[in-house]
């Protein structure tokens, strides 16, 4: 089965991706018709969930790459926690200059997913099992690091009077619009790094020792592909991401949250798999995890609009994911 | 396969012993006075006190132990130890039972559960020894004073606010905590009922929704809001983070001016800073009882008499009081 798969890889990426488009396209219905008042037609409400979405979206890019490789990677909502922290601390209590900051995150990022990505290739761990103590151990840290408080531009003297810190430009720069306020930058940042997984993905040498290795491992790795090598490249791609959403989140809210980011590793898988790419890794790509992106933000925004109650909410959401999930299914050609 | 087992090994030691010493940290007595009980000596006598945290992830209950220490700090025979249940009711009640046996004379609790933890309380209670109780309740009455805020009368408060804000006509937006917490609940019922509906009948919800207390929900909804309704007066967030949100939302859409946010918990970091920076209307304080708890120990220490249940009142803040600490709302 996974054999032919593999061989015809192009041709069933494309009507995997065609099939994540019908369930984009039967939300966007459903957001026409309840339109809150006309609100859905209005451009704002498309910048404001393309801001939504961002930090998101730019988990289930590295998600996307490690999916492909055959692997998952839970740690992505800690890391983005711990990424947001690190960089709240470098550059407000510490002052350090944003721009060495933003480096020295980007690097503790693909640092921390390339350890993971170590575990899993050279000491043949579980994917599951060391992102999961990944995840554990990067919360405790942005809660050992912050002292459990958000690290905000507020800070405390010793005479218990708080002072205001500086604020870098990058924060108002990163939660800015551009285009006459018609598009939030934190979505050209997403955008940026769907570009990168793109490159890697389909345009790289390693993007083709990543399909091989989730389509066949045995099979890649005797045919010559470095599979530890490229196991480990793809965790720290997928840590490095978790780095500039954690950034991104920090800017946006004005503080590093220790609790920031919990969960969002499910969304971000949900938004990978309803894109079409497969769990058990081999297929898919990035433009159709841009589409899955795009489903679970506007069926959230749909729901939101409407101000449907959070119950109904979560069980709507459950639903329909389901359904687009059979839907992709039942036209697969058998 | 042996090396395998043994680097998986190694790592789970790793973790393990770094897990031990993040506890023994946590645990460590804060004061002067020493964790030894045994010692009878001159006065000042130390006076050993366990607090049992339901968790620590909130910034409000890092806030309550940082407050707890500093009150204690004015008295130097007393000494605290911590514990942090980790927002699990089983391990609550486990290191209460550690607590005891390691020694401590009084109890001070924030149960993340009532109904879990009231026979562990009442056991440590039925001791002899004074158990007080923060913030969340236990059940029955094992147990020798509870101390707390009232969510409802917050949202009185909250609410007797926004009718006079907008003279008794207005479109608003609820930003809801978690619905399926009590916090969240009594606030939105105290909300309703300080605003009082049949009497002013101009108030108008215009949106609601649950935000779970976290900021990106809340803007998210608050963009969701906007988007909506041409023209909103009034945001109730049942939080300062919330109120956060939903101002970076408004700010975003060049509307923050159009209307008045209101937040409750007023920590010193978060939502007074916001009243300072002008942009948050009003925020009402969710007090950590810190001070009435560590009072009230050395009450209990003393054997003065305490009243069974202390409701610790709030304070509002607003530009005009911010400076001068808010002011205490009558009544509460």
Redesign the interface.
């Known amino acids: 089965m996974s054999e032919p798969l593999a061989l015809r890889r192009p041709r069933v990426a494309l009507r995997a991706g065609q099939r994540a488009l019908l369930p984009l396209l039967g939300i966007l219905l459903l957001g026409a018709i309840f339109n809150a008042n006309g609100a859905f037609f209005r451009w704002q409400t498309h910048a404001a969930l393309l801001r939504e979405v961002s930090v998101y979206g730019i988990l289930a890019c590295g998600m996307t790459v490690v999916i492909v490789s055959g692997g998952i990677d839970l740690a992505v909502g800690s890391l983005l926690g711990l990424c947001a922290v690190s960089f709240a601390l470098l550059t407000l209590p510490l002052g350090l200059p944003a721009a060495l900051a933003l480096v020295a995150v980007l690097a503790l990022g693909a640092a921390a997913g390339a350890l993971a990505g170590f575990l899993i290739a050279r000491l043949q761990l579980p994917p599951f099992i060391v992102t999961l103590a990944l995840l554990v151990f990067a919360r405790g840290l942005a809660k050992q690091l912050s002292g459990g408080q958000k690290v905000s531009t507020y800070l405390q003297g010793a005479d218990g009077q708080f002072s205001r810190l500086a604020v870098p430009e990058l924060y108002s720069q990163l939660d800015a619009r551009v285009l006459g306020g018609n598009l939030s930058v934190v979505t050209l940042v997403f955008a940026a790094c769907a570009g990168l997984s793109w490159v890697v993905l389909q345009r790289q040498r390693v993007g083709r020792y990543l399909y091989a290795l989730g389509g066949n491992a045995q099979a890649a790795r005797l045919s010559g592909v470095p599979v530890r090598a490229t196991l480990c490249f793809a965790y720290a791609f997928s840590g490095f991401c978790a780095a500039v959403a954690g950034i991104c989140q920090a800017a946006q809210e004005l503080q590093g949250d220790p609790e920031t980011g919990a969960g969002y590793e499910l969304d971000a898988i949900a938004m990978v798999v309803l894109g079409g790419t497969r769990l058990s890794g081999g297929s898919g790509g990035i433009g159709w995890t841009v589409i899955g992106v795009l489903t679970l933000g506007y069926l959230q925004k749909v729901l939101s609009l409407n101000a449907f109650s959070s119950e109904l909410r979560l069980m709507l959401t459950g639903v329909i994911l389901v359904l687009a999930l059979l839907f992709q299914r039942k036209s697969t050609p058998s | 396969m042996h090396t395998?087992r043994g680097?998986?090994a190694g790592?789970a030691l790793g973790?393990g012993l770094l897990a031990l010493s993040?506890e023994r940290k946590s645990a460590a007595p804060v004061g002067t006075g020493g964790a030894s009980t045994s010692t009878g000596g001159p006065a000042p006598k130390p006076f050993l006190i366990g607090v049992s945290q339901s968790n620590?992830?909130e910034?409000y209950r890092?806030?309550m132990n940082a407050d707890l220490a500093r009150e204690a700090k004015a008295h130097p025979e007393l000494s605290l130890v911590f514990k942090d249940a980790q927002n699990d009711s089983l391990r609550q009640r486990a290191q209460v039972e550690e607590l005891v046996s390691q020694g401590v004379q009084l109890l001070i609790i924030s149960p993340k559960e009532g109904a879990p933890l009231t026979a562990p309380v009442a056991a440590v209670y039925d001791q002899g020894m004074p158990v007080i109780v923060l913030d969340r309740r236990v059940e029955g009455d094992r147990f020798s004073v509870f101390i707390g805020p009232d969510n409802r009368r917050i949202g009185q408060a909250a609410g007797k606010w926004a009718v006079s804000a907008l003279a008794g006509k207005g479109k608003l937006v609820e930003l809801e905590g978690l619905?399926t917490s009590s916090p969240a609940r009594e606030r939105h019922d105290g909300f309703w009922e300080g605003v009082q509906r049949e009497q002013n009948p101009g108030i108008e919800v215009l949106?609601?929704?649950?935000t779970?207390w976290l900021?990106?929900n809340a803007?998210?909804?608050m963009?969701?809001?906007l988007?909506?309704?041409p023209h909103i007066d009034l945001v109730f967030a049942h939080n300062d983070p919330g109120a956060?949100?939903a101002y970076?939302?408004a700010k975003?859409?060049g509307r923050e001016q159009e209307m008045k946010f209101i937040g409750i918990d007023a920590l010193?970091?978060?939502g007074?800073?916001y009243v300072r920076?002008g942009w948050l209307d009003v925020t009402f304080a969710y007090s950590t009882c810190a001070k009435e708890a560590i009072d009230t120990a050395l009450a209990l220490r003393d054997q003065r008499p305490v009243p069974k249940e202390i409701i610790v009142g709030t304070r509002r803040f607003e530009a005009g009081n911010v400076a001068q600490g808010g002011v205490p709302i009558e009544g509460l």
């Open positions: 395998r680097w998986f790592v973790l993040c620590l992830g910034p890092v806030q619905m949106f609601s929704a649950d779970q900021e990106p803007r998210r909804e963009e969701s809001a988007a909506a309704h956060h949100g970076l939302a975003a859409a010193p970091q978060e007074v800073q920076d």
